[in-house]
Antibody, heavy 131, light 108 residues
Framework: QVTLRESGPALVKPTQTLTLTCTFS??????????VSWIRQPPGKALEWLAL???????YYSTSLKTRLTISKDTSKNQVVLTMTNMDPVDTATYFC???????????????????????WGQGTMVTVSS | EILLTQSPATLSVSPGERATLSCRAS??????LAWYQQKPGQAPRLLIY???MRVTGVPARFSGSGFTTEFTLTISSLQSEDCAIYYC??????????FGQGTKVEIK
């Protein structure tokens, strides 16, 4: 069974650095095509993809938040860590980690396609930024 | 950045009736689009990928259609447990990925 669980502080002050940990089980992040992403959702608002760590240790970031984000992993602990610097009240949100793996399938034309989706999610952790 | 526009923002449907949700992309996605269902207090759940492919275990009343820039999620006969917010997601240039703003489906 694949599971992911986010952990981190519920409250941070403006200008502080947020560190969130995603602890996962049931899959190997070293397996070809696997990745873990961080996605956030402000209260009552839409989902926003933040960062992704790939099976081969490649890292990708949201263009708008790139300068503030760092994603890393601790393979021995099956963890993916996200740090976000210079926190602001607008960063108040529920932060999710989610797994992705390539979904290969055949389309109506019989051509093989690959879907990159978020197939398993953690339950999310709410972070409030306030002084 | 590829933008996804979902409509309507809220959809009120009577039980047993059809619900039709729309997702429009700012550029052609081919069929690189997925749909998610999110119930209050829960994480999103993947329903559809490849615009039309239903995830194993998702009820058959959920179906996806569309190509290039216009996509639709249809719930053929709305059940009370289908009340949720539905998001589309594009993965044409992966990564990154973007989501639409969501459509809230409620019982009339």
């Amino acid at each position: 069974q694949v599971t992911l669980r986010e952990s981190g502080p519920a409250l941070v002050k403006p200008t502080q650095t947020l560190t969130l940990t995603c602890t996962f089980s049931g899959f190997s992040l070293s397996a070809n095509g696997m990745s873990v992403s961080w996605i956030r959702q402000p209260p009552g608002k839409a989902l926003e993809w933040l960062a992704l760590l790939d099976w081969d240790d490649a890292k990708y970031y949201s263009t708008s938040l790139k300068t503030r984000l760092t994603i890393s992993k601790d393979t021995s602990k099956n963890q993916v860590v996200l740090t976000m610097t210079n926190m602001d009240p607008v960063d108040t949100a529920t932060y999710f980690c989610a797994r992705s793996r390539p979904l290969n399938y055949y389309d109506d034309s019989g051509d093989e396609q690959t879907a990159n989706t978020f197939d398993v999610w953690g339950q999310g952790t709410m972070v409030t930024v306030s002084s | 950045e590829i933008l996804l526009t979902q409509s309507p923002a809220t959809l009120s449907v009577s039980p047993g009736e059809r619900a039709t949700l729309s997702c429009r992309a700012s550029q052609s996605l081919n069929r690189n689009l997925a749909w998610y269902q999110q119930k209050p207090g829960q994480a999103p759940r993947l329903l559809i990928y490849g615009a039309t492919m239903r995830v194993t275990g998702v009820p058959a009343r959920f179906s996806g259609s569309g190509f290039t820039t216009e996509f639709t999620l249809t719930i053929s006969s709305l059940q009370s447990e289908d009340c949720a917010i539905y998001y589309c997601q594009q993965y044409l240039y992966w990564p990154p990925s973007t989501f639409g703003q969501g459509t809230k489906v409620e019982i009339k």
